[in-house]
């Protein structure tokens, strides 16, 4: 999700891979999602009255389509392709930890 040119990102990875390597990758869903990262993201946004900040540059949310990203291990040569979903749940004991 911080590639700078996320096609030869992963066609370079591609090539680096042994035979019959696999990648596994980690992705933040959509923002509304994963509401620890979004808030001070909107935060800045606001504060910066700049609602484009982050919008078609590598950042946490940049490979949130699920389609997309396929879509771009595909072009770059990978076969196999499996997604899932996990849940990640933050707890904290008080607001000062």
Do not use: C, Y
Not at 18 to 39: C, D, Y
Not at 69 to 79: D, I, N, P
């Amino acid at each position: 999700m911080f590639l700078p040119n996320l096609d030869k990102g992963l066609s370079n990875i591609m090539h680096l891979l042994i035979s019959r390597g696999k990648l596994a990758a980690a992705v933040w869903s959509e923002p509304s999602k994963v509401p620890l990262i979004n808030m001070p993201i909107s935060t800045a946004r606001q504060q910066l009255q700049d609602p484009l900040l982050g919008q078609g540059v590598p950042g946490p949310f940049s490979l949130a389509d699920v389609d997309g990203l396929e879509k771009s291990l595909l072009k770059a040569g990978f076969t196999d392709i499996r997604s899932e979903t996990i849940t990640v749940t933050f707890e904290f004991d008080s607001a000062e930890a």
